[in-house]
């Protein structure tokens, strides 16, 4: 086995050993919100990973958008959104979704080679679906309950299930083993720049409106986490039906009406987190957890 192999299997264990500790350390825990029973915990971390933000993250964010042509953000987000569909192309694969699986394997296809390496989304273009999909979504889908919610180091919000799965997640980057370290360091930095980049006006509106950022943006991230696990149709957690592909699902019972006050802004919230994007991984709610169909 060569070192450079080593290295990355090194650095998985070590994570999946600290994300087990802290998996286990929340299911013990005991709190007022049975969804967040780690709530003191969650806050300290959200206000270290908010620091961290303002810090460090934003402002250069907000320097990167101000001095780098919007044709070459967009190329930016395009390249490692074509990565990204790779792992979901495995997911759906894997969830039985197979009309959504093989459309990411053609979006790869036609981005990575018409699209020159991903830099142009030619499969949108062509009206080809883009997913988000990750392992937390595929045991969800095979009714693995998400747990309470925890608040991750830098990575932001999460719930046990998806922190169990994130070493998985991490390890199915295709980004995560370009060679050289120098080049993949930069582009993971680019990365998480660009993502920070594209969600300023929206963290700046949620900063002013959220009277209580935290629980607006742990109130949205559960919402749109749990709608991406059952694809929007929420109701089916509670159904007997078949996991397969849904493309040609038709529920057989109406819609629950939303409630006025149902909280469709706070699953905004999942789009504006700020210290979630500070990861290359797939588990951030900017890129990840909001839903993007």
């Known amino acids: 086995m060569s070192e450079s192999t080593k290295k990355p299997q090194g650095s998985l264990a070590r994570i999946g050993l600290a994300l087990a500790i802290a998996a286990s350390v929340s299911a013990c825990a005991t709190g007022t919100n049975p969804r967040d029973p780690l709530e003191g915990y969650n806050r300290a971390m959200f206000k270290?990973?908010?620091?961290?933000?303002?810090?460090?993250?934003?402002?250069?964010?907000?320097?990167?958008?101000?001095?780098t042509p919007s044709f070459v953000q967009t190329g930016?987000?395009?390249?490692f959104g074509n990565l990204a569909d790779v792992w979901s192309a495995v997911n759906n694969l894997l969830q039985g979704k197979g009309e959504a699986g093989l459309q990411d394997v053609v979006r790869v296809s036609m981005n990575s080679t018409f699209g020159i390496l991903g830099l142009i989304d030619i499969a949108s273009q062509a009206g080809i679906p883009k997913h988000n999909e990750d392992f937390g979504q595929t045991l969800g889908w095979y009714g693995v309950q998400s747990g309470p919610y925890v608040m991750l180091p830098l990575l932001g919000p999460s719930t046990v299930r998806d922190t169990?799965?994130?070493?998985?997640?991490?390890?199915?980057?295709p980004w995560r083993y370009k060679d050289p370290v120098n080049v993949r360091n930069i582009g993971t930095v680019t990365r998480v720049v660009d993502k920070r980049a594209a969600l300023l006006d929206a963290t700046n509106l949620m900063e002013a409106a959220a009277l209580d950022?935290?629980?607006?943006?742990?109130?949205?991230?559960?919402q749109a986490r749990e709608s991406k696990v059952f694809d929007g149709?929420?109701?089916?957690?509670?159904?007997?039906?078949?996991?397969?592909?849904?493309?040609?699902?038709?529920?057989?019972?109406?819609?629950?009406?939303?409630?006025?006050?149902d909280a469709p802004a706070a699953t905004a919230a999942a789009e504006v987190a700020p210290a979630d994007l500070v990861t290359s991984g797939s588990n951030t709610v900017a890129s990840e957890a909001r839903p993007q169909e």
């Open 213 to 222: 950022r935290y629980e607006f943006i742990r109130d949205g991230f559960l």
């Open 233 to 261: 149709d929420t109701d089916r957690r509670d159904r007997k039906v078949p996991k397969n592909d849904t493309s040609d699902y038709e529920p057989e019972y109406e819609a629950k009406p939303q409630a006025a006050n």
């Open 76 to 79: 930016v987000g395009n390249f």
């Open 164 to 173: 169990v799965a994130l070493p998985l997640d991490i390890a199915g980057d």
């Open 48 to 67: 270290f990973n908010d620091t961290v933000d303002q810090v460090a993250l934003k402002p250069v964010a907000t320097a990167y958008k101000t001095v």
